[in-house]
Every structure is written in structure tokens, then in C-alpha cells.
């Protein structure tokens, strides 16, 4: 294998025409100059140098060689000085996948705040639903998955045991019931009071939660309506069009029009959590984002 240090003797031999002269141009010895030049002959499998008398003479390969050898050079610093921006963080990009609600709330201060101590890190950001966007991290479609799971659903052991963790924090789930609703006023209420309501259920994570948590209490939800959408959700809920139980966030960047929030016994919660690939969490970029929404989620309270 050819290496980058044979070749830049190679090139000051070339242009001084001699080993002595390489040398004291590269601040190192002549046998050093020799040894070397030795070695790339080796890599090369051919003569590179004529030397008659005390000059030297490129072979046709050592020509060759010298003149793709300003390139490789020239691409090898270029890429040096890249690694060293990304590795300072005066470079780099990370892309980003999270659930909406996350994506309208801890992301924004997140990445404000990364923008304005690393200004030439760059975020993308898409957003997918666990588990989908975990799949995306473990395929390689993102760096860094802003994900969530329901409190004693799956084994929070082996689920993610091939990723970086970062917890970040517990969502609590709401009751959502129109204005004029004969619970809109009370302060605690029972999911069993809610048995003959009809219901307006969100992400299908999020509507097999409340499945399991609505037959633990005795019934099964009747779902009238089916949405991603926390907006919609919310409007249906204002409009008279059944109940639903969302998480906290999801209601922080929205305006709860013609609804009341009530808290739900027995308590249901999410755990809200950043994760990426063990490589990736030692990349300076990938490791200031997950501080930075760290930092975002205990403001997010």
C-alpha cells in the first residue's frame, strides 16, 4: 500500500533532484530520505528512480506517481483540515428524526441554543413515530432518534439494548373532554368514567396504549375518530366529538381551544428519550445535540 508520507519524499526528491536535497527541504536525513523511498519502490512493485551519479531521474512509473502524487496530497490535507472542523465543531451535520410533539417543543430550544454555540453544525430534521424512527437510526437514515415508550410496555431491558440512551424525561398523559362535558370540571377522573364516551385516539403506539390501559379498567375504548394529528385531535375534542387522553407535551404548543384538561387516575406516563448508535455518540456533533436537548427537556416543565 502506497502511503501519503512515501510520496511526499517522492515529490521532494522530484523537485530537488537528489536524496541530500530532499532532506534538508523535509528537515529530516538522507538515509531517512532513502529508507523511504526504498519502501515506496517496494509498495510499488517497480523501479520509481534512476540514479546516475549524483542525480536522480524519474522512471516512467515514478513520473506517474509524481504527478497524481499533488492531488492525493492536496485531498488528503483538504480532508485533514475537514475532520479537525467537524471534530472542533466548527463543522459537521447531524440529522434528526423525532415525533411530532417533540418536534414543536424540545427540538426548537434544542437546536436554537446548538445553532448559537456551534453555528457551523448543521441539523436536518425529519419526523416519524417510534418505532418507525428507531428503525430509521439502526438503518442509518439518522444520527440521532428523539423517541418514546409507554411506562410498563415491552422490556425497557433488551429494546433498546444495542443504543445509546439518553433519558430526557416523563411525560404524564392528560384527559382532554369538551367545555360543557359533565367532567369538565372535576380535578381527578377515574378512566372508567369514561367507559361510554366516544374516543379520539392518536399515533398507533399511542391508540394501543390507551386499548390496554381502557381494559385494565374494564372496557374497550370505542374510537370514533383516529388521528397523528395533535391539532386535530384537539379540535375534534373542542367540538364536542368525543374524549381523549394526551401526552403533556403535546398540549404545550398548542392552544387547547374549547376543552378542559382533567388528570387521569390511575396515572398513565411516557418516557421521552434520545438515542443514537454507540459510534455515532463519540461524534462531536451527534454528542453536543443530545447535550443540548438534555438541556431543552428540563426546561421543558
Known amino acids: 500500500m502506497i502511503e501519503a508520507r512515501h510520496l511526499r519524499v517522492l515529490r521532494a526528491v522530484a523537485a530537488t533532484g537528489s536524496f541530500s536535497a530532499a532532506a534538508r527541504s523535509l528537515g529530516c536525513t538522507q538515509p531517512a530520505v532513502s529508507q523511504q523511498m526504498k519502501a515506496l519502490e517496494t509498495s510499488a512493485g517497480t523501479p520509481l528512480l534512476i540514479r546516475t551519479g549524483r542525480e536522480m531521474r524519474l522512471t516512467q512509473a515514478g513520473e506517474v506517481l509524481v504527478r497524481h502524487a499533488s492531488g492525493i496530497l492536496a485531498g488528503l490535507t483538504a480532508a485533514e483540515e475537514e475532520i479537525a472542523a467537524i471534530a472542533g465543531l466548527r463543522a459537521g451535520r447531524v440529522r434528526l428524526v423525532s415525533f411530532p410533539s417533540g418536534s414543536s417543543t424540545l427540538v426548537p430550544t434544542a437546536l436554537a441554543a446548538l445553532r448559537a454555540a456551534h453555528p457551523g453544525t448543521r441539523v436536518s430534521l425529519v419526523e ?14 439518522c444520527d440521532v432518534a428523539l423517541a418514546f415508550r409507554y411506562a410498563g410496555s415491552g422490556d425497557p431491558e ?67 375518530f383516529a388521528t397523528d394529528d395533535y391539532p386535530a385531535v384537539i379540535g375534534l375534542v373542542g367540538a364536542g366529538l368525543g374524549v381523549a387522553v394526551l401526552p ?20 398513565v406516563s411516557r418516557e421521552i428519550v434520545a438515542l443514537t448508535l454507540p459510534d455515532l455518540s463519540q461524534v462531536p456533533a451527534v454528542a453536543a445535540t443530545l447535550d443540548q436537548l438534555t438541556r431543552a427537556s428540563s426546561t421543558a416543565r
Not at 372535576?186 to 372508567?192: D, K, P, R, S
Open 158 to 224: 433488551t429494546e433498546w439494548e444495542d443504543l445509546v440512551v439518553r433519558p430526557l424525561l416523563t411525560d404524564r398523559l392528560v384527559g382532554l373532554v369538551p367545555e360543557g362535558h359533565r367532567l369538565a370540571a372535576a380535578g381527578t377522573v377515574a378512566i372508567g368514567e369514561f367507559a361510554d364516551e366516544p374516543w379520539i385516539a392518536g399515533c398507533p403506539r399511542c391508540r394501543r396504549q390507551l386499548v390496554d390501559v381502557c381494559e385494565e379498567a374494564g372496557f374497550t375504548p370505542r374510537i370514533d
Open 248 to 267: 403533556e407535551l403535546a398540549l404545550e404548543s398548542v392552544r387547547p381551544k374549547g376543552t378542559r384538561m382533567v388528570t387521569v387516575d390511575p396515572p
Open 128 to 141: 416519524a413515530e417510534p418505532p418507525r424512527s428507531v428503525e430509521m437510526l439502526r438503518e442509518g437514515d
